[in-house]
Nanobody, 123 residues
Framework: QVQLVESGGGLVQAGGSLRLSCAAS????????MGWFRQAPGKEREFVAV????????YYADSVKGRFTISRDNAKSSVWLQMNSLKPEDTAVYYC????????????????WGQGTQVTVSS
């Protein structure tokens, strides 16, 4: 299991920006695809973005494409989610996930999860 700690959530007005961070305590961080998921009240957890272990490939949910950017620094064992043009419907608890594989996908069945960070977007 990879230990993951998210930070950077908070309250922001619609149209604003936030940058989420996820720090991993894993020496082989560069062997893990990293993803962000979110869960809004009363809804199931949903995929947001994923980045391959080498940082070359990314993939986004249609709902955030063009507004959110995922990035990573393997030397720092960290991944970020830059969120711009935030909307009230982006309000959720955001989770970082790590899956030991070379593809640009994170399996919710095998991933390690952080504790989550709350993002609230006011209208």
């Amino acid at each position: 299991q990879v230990q993951l700690v998210e930070s950077g959530g908070g309250l922001v007005q619609a149209g604003g920006s936030l940058r989420l961070s996820c720090a991993a305590s894993e020496r082989t961080f560069d062997s893990y695809a990293m993803g962000w998921f979110r869960q809004a009240p009363g809804k199931e957890r949903e995929f947001v973005a994923v980045i391959s272990c080498d940082g070359v490939n990314t993939y986004y949910a249609d709902s955030v494409k063009g507004r959110f950017t995922i990035s990573r620094d393997n030397a720092k064992s960290s991944v970020w989610l830059q969120m711009n043009s935030l909307k009230p419907e982006d309000t959720a608890v955001y989770y970082c996930a790590a899956d030991r594989q070379s593809g640009v996908v994170v399996s919710t069945q095998s991933a390690s999860w952080g504790q989550g960070t709350q993002v609230t977007v006011s209208s």
